[in-house]
């Protein structure tokens, strides 16, 4: 990982324990408290201390945008974690260069980054200071900056406005919201810190009935269609629903009893405003007919090529979300009995739900292009709790040794994989669809085939719904097109009348008719 810590992804709206960050930052708590030193602000000045995700990262960005400024007396600039530091002054030593100027060397407090610097007069007058043993231990941190580690409520940074007056609760609750699954939480936050900000940084435990009045008429107004930040329908009836969820559980906690018990009638909305709010735009999504031209459109030379083919194919198989795809490894795959097994144990599943789907029937296109990518995996080598689709530089760098455990070659931690390969698959054409795409195909083709009733519910438990409804109302939904479409030829196809139908026609019907009666028995 690079020493600037540009790998390191914490969400904005979450708050951070010293020992969350020094997990996520592989650094020790004294660092972080040289951060603080820097100027990181802590979320209040009770002890644990918290920091605000949204804080961290101005912070780190702050430093690495900091190369070009000019350095104060005794600053030396590291190139290892590209920050203006103040080493501890017993680490300073005085070096002479080659053509005899008088330089300063010494180790970054950070990240251990050896430093050096052409000593000026300001330097020198500053470090010779700092050896007097009269002089106070770290005056080389003395000077007066804009940065200084200050516990602080509402900043402004770079145009950012930070609240963190209410992060110490949030923390809690977060703790609390461990039963959640992660993106929940992150929905939750975003909820919570929109309430948050709308009302300057107020803090909860001074809440009114007025409050909670004035945010539901924030969201009357982002319900037009004319407002520049305006939400759709389902946007504001999951804000909604999160807020509420999380003052009920504020009104249990200590300090907080006193807040306005019928706080949820003041956030309700009237229906008439949610009828006019921004809706979802129609899903896209292809017929199977033209799923499979666009999978045989796709190229097939190289390794990535394959992947990207069976990526494309297994998520209509299975009706399968881009990342439980890309999390499955390839034991998950029962290429005898036609299933994939989701074990939520170790795949990412949506709500933890552990499922085996049967590969829906549709055209064996889809099946072949991931039969062949995992006999490509198997002649490479990769055996069954490998990942069914691994990284790029795991494909060509798969070496088994005999009579030696190798590792398992990890899934991948985002779905990006997925998304470009549905980008490959529509390049030449004119819609170009996402991943999700594929389990609207399968939800539409519930009602384009003839089934039972029976049927149509084994199809949405396939689907990993556990209920028909969720299929009808989320999967699959007819366009304004289609259903023209359907209305205009409704009585367009002729009927027979039995009384017109020749005696042989009479018996193949009566034929039909009970090989269907044999059969439902």
Same mark, same amino acid.
């Given at each position: 990982m690079s020493k600037s810590y540009k790998n390191v992804r914490l969400k904005k709206d979450r708050v951070y324990s010293v020992e969350q960050l020094t997990a996520k930052y592989v650094v020790t708590a004294n660092t972080v408290s040289n951060w603080v030193g820097e100027g990181l602000k802590s979320s209040g000045s009770q002890t644990p201390y918290l920091f605000q995700g949204a804080v961290v990262i101005e912070f780190h960005n702050r430093r690495r945008g900091r190369k070009d400024r000019k350095l104060q007396p005794g600053q030396f600039q590291c190139r290892g974690c590209r920050s203006d530091v103040f080493p501890a002054i017993e680490t300073v030593k005085d070096v002479y260069a080659g053509n005899g100027k008088h330089m300063y060397s010494s180790r970054c407090p950070f990240c251990s980054t050896k430093l050096q610097k052409i000593s000026g007069e300001a330097d020198r007058d500053k470090i010779e200071d700092c050896r007097n043993p009269n002089t106070p231990t770290g005056c080389l941190h003395e000077e007066k900056t804009s940065e200084r580690g200050s516990i602080w409520t509402n900043e402004i940074k770079d145009n950012q406005i930070f609240h963190i007056g209410n992060d110490r609760i949030i923390h809690r609750w977060q703790i609390y919201a461990g039963r959640y699954s992660e993106k929940t939480v992150v929905r939750h936050l975003a909820a919570i810190r929109y309430f948050e900000s709308f009302?300057? +940084?107020?803090?909860f435990a001074k809440l009114t009935t007025d409050d909670?009045?004035?945010?539901? @008429?924030?969201?009357?107004? &982002?319900?037009n269609l004319d407002s520049t930040d305006s939400m759709s329908a389902s946007s504001i009836k999951h804000t909604v629903s999160h807020l509420v969820m999380f003052f009920d559980w504020l009104l249990c906690q200590d300090g907080y009893r006193r807040l306005p018990k019928d706080f949820? +009638?003041?956030?309700k909305l009237p229906r008439a405003v949610i009828a006019r709010s921004a809706q979802v735009k129609q899903k896209q999504f292809p017929s199977l007919p033209e799923a499979e031209e666009l999978l045989d459109a796709m190229p097939s030379r190289s390794l990535l090529d394959q992947r990207a083919r069976a990526l494309f194919a297994l998520p209509f198989l299975g009706a399968l979300r881009a990342d439980t795809l890309v999390s499955l490894q390839i034991k998950h795959l029962d290429? @005898?009995?036609?299933?994939?097994l989701q074990d939520a144990s170790v795949v990412r599943a949506k709500g933890g739900k552990s499922l085996s789907i049967m590969w829906f029937k549709i055209p064996v296109a889809f099946e072949v292009a991931v039969l062949t990518w995992v006999e490509t995996l198997q002649g490479l080598g990769f055996r069954e709790d490998d990942a069914l689709f691994p990284d790029a530089k795991y494909l060509k760098h798969r070496i088994v040794v005999a009579g030696r455990a190798a590792v398992s070659v990890p899934v991948m931690a985002t779905a990006h994989a997925v998304t470009a390969a549905f980008d490959i698959a529509c390049r030449k054409s004119d819609i170009k669809y996402t991943p999700h795409a594929a389990k609207h195909t399968i939800g539409?083709? &519930? %009602?384009?085939?003839a089934l039972t009733q029976e049927e149509r519910k084994a199809w949405s438990l396939n689907m990993g719904h556990d209920?028909?409804?969720?299929?009808?109302?989320h999967y699959g939904t007819m366009s304004d097109n289609k259903r023209f479409e359907v209305l205009e030829n409704i009585g367009s196809k002729k009927t027979i009348d039995p009384r017109?139908?020749? @005696?042989? %026609?009479?018996?193949?019907?009566?034929?039909?008719?009970?090989?269907v009666l044999s059969d439902d028995r």
């Open positions: 009302l300057e +940084g107020k803090l909670f009045a004035s945010v539901r @008429e924030d969201l009357k107004r &982002r319900a949820a +009638g003041y956030l290429i @005898e009995q036609r299933m994939i539409a083709e &519930r %009602d384009i085939r209920s028909e409804h969720t299929t009808e109302q017109n139908m020749s @005696e042989a %026609d009479k018996a193949k019907a009566f034929d039909a008719m009970l090989k």
